[in-house]
């Protein structure tokens, strides 16, 4: 069968590949935590859930506009205008299926074959993905660890060239909990209007910080008309199943946006825009909660990957992900990468957690090792798996073990 070439562009999401890999020894009898996928662990709020059912019992099933139902796109414009302190107009708007379409929209409409496209690494994996698909050249950024991890404008500065067609930015960060600070989205911005780069701001995590106020690139004179900015209420409002995300941009591009969306999607599933409406419009009190709950659970994760031998945890600002440097464990112990030490840890600590490989085919950063824990979990299931971590880490045996066992597959598959 032959297939078109740019399928093998085409990269993946490794989280949901070791969310497999969990479930499928889950149904063996193993008892896993996993702290890999980035998801909220509480439930919808009711009254979310309740505008949902509400929209269903009127039939309100059928096809929307592709953009989107006009008082939702007046309500996420309200929201980001308020949010933001930009004027958005509802023609702004496109209400798509979750935060991806966003990035693969946004960089098929302003980026063709031989553009380049700036990306954070390590970073989302869809950006680099969505990027080397439509045949751009990705461009990565480094983010390093020694600057909270934020990258260095210079570094961005070199990287330009005549043939950027847009720059990726994501605050607060995933996977490192990073926040640019607010000098350097400016220094962004002035590079953008200076070279005529579009930005793509991924904001999905724009709720989930820990001190001080969350910012926008969209802010500064001249950027709203080169931003798209990316959000969605999947992260915030715990509705990751109901695919609920939207871009606000220039009308002009909205419109090709609102198309793709028409030939790809036809529409958002009706019901859950009603109740994407309400999630926001509605209390947010168990929003506040959750992030308070994130905000002890960062601490916690912190001090207790700290106080094992080899790790070091850098405090998070937002989202709720701890990076942590696992360099010494790995030289220590003989691990080859963060990846293997992934696989120890789920396969003889029977606890889930995702290796720098999985944020970029590039994210391998040659000196350091880095592993990615989620904190959405309760406090007790925290505890436990940094407990597993630490007692397996302890147990030469076992790890030499693993090792023996990976080096008889490396000989199998030679």
């Given at each position: 069968?032959?297939?078109?070439?740019?399928?093998?562009?085409?990269?993946t999401e490794t989280a949901f590949e070791v969310l497999a890999e969990?479930?499928?020894?889950?149904?063996?009898?193993?008892?896993?935590?996993?702290?890999?996928i980035g998801e909220p662990a509480c439930a919808t709020a009711a009254f979310i859930k309740n505008a949902a059912r509400k929209a269903l019992d009127n039939n309100l099933t059928h096809y929307s506009p592709s953009a989107g139902i006009a008082e939702f796109r007046t309500v996420i414009a309200s929201y980001v205008s308020s949010t933001r302190g930009i004027a958005v107009d509802p023609a702004e708007v496109v209400?798509?299926?979750?935060?991806?379409p966003i990035i693969f929209f946004s960089i098929l409409a302003c980026a063709e074959e031989g553009d380049e496209v700036i990306y954070p690494l390590p970073g989302y994996p869809i950006?680099?993905?969505?990027?080397?698909?439509?045949?751009?050249?990705?461009?990565?950024?480094?983010l390093r660890e020694e600057r909270k991890f934020s990258f260095d404008i210079r570094d961005l500065r070199s990287r330009i060239t005549d043939r950027t067609k847009m720059i990726i930015v994501n605050s607060p960060?995933?996977?490192?909990?990073?926040?640019?600070?607010?000098?350097?989205?400016?220094?962004?911005?002035?590079?953008?209007?200076?070279?005529?780069?579009?930005?793509?701001?991924d904001e999905i995590y724009s709720r989930m910080l820990y001190e001080g106020k969350a910012e926008s690139i969209s802010q500064f004179p001249g950027m709203k008309e080169r931003t798209i900015i990316l959000d969605g209420h999947s992260k915030t409002y715990a509705m990751t199943g109901w695919r609920v995300g939207y871009g606000v941009m220039p009308k002009e591009l909205a419109v090709h946006v609102g198309r793709l969306m028409t030939n790809?999607?036809?529409?958002?599933?009706?019901f859950t825009q009603y109740a994407g409406m309400e999630a926001l419009t509605g209390p947010q009190d168990s929003v506040d909660a959750m992030i308070a709950e994130f905000h002890v659970n960062r601490d916690l994760i912190v001090e207790l990957l700290n106080s094992i031998e080899g790790f070091s945890?850098?405090?998070?600002?937002?989202?709720?992900?701890?990076?942590?440097?696992?360099?010494?464990?790995?030289?220590?112990?003989?691990?080859?990468?963060?990846k293997e030490l992934q696989q120890f840890l789920l396969h003889r600590a029977g606890v889930a957690v995702l290796g720098q490989q999985c944020f970029g085919t590039r994210a391998i950063?040659?000196?350091?090792?880095?592993?990615r824990l989620s904190y959405v979990s309760s406090a007790d299931d925290i505890r436990e798996a940094l407990r597993r971590i630490k007692t397996s880490l302890a147990d030469e045996s076992l790890i030499r073990e693993f090792l023996k066992e990976e080096r008889s597959k490396d000989l199998i598959k030679q």
């Open positions: 069968m032959k297939l078109a070439r740019r399928l093998s562009r085409l990269g969990v479930n499928e020894l889950r149904t063996r009898g193993r008892d896993i935590i996993a702290l890999s209400v798509v299926p979750g935060g991806k950006y680099e993905s969505m990027i080397n698909f439509v045949g751009a050249t990705p461009v990565p950024l480094r960060h995933n996977p490192t909990g990073g926040v640019i600070p607010k000098q350097d989205l400016h220094e962004i911005a002035e590079l953008a209007l200076k070279h005529d780069i579009w930005v793509l701001s790809s999607n036809s529409c958002t599933a009706t945890c850098h405090t998070p600002a937002g989202a709720f992900y701890a990076y942590a440097n696992v360099t010494r464990v790995c030289r220590k112990h003989g691990f080859r990468s963060s950063d040659e000196d350091q090792e880095y592993i």
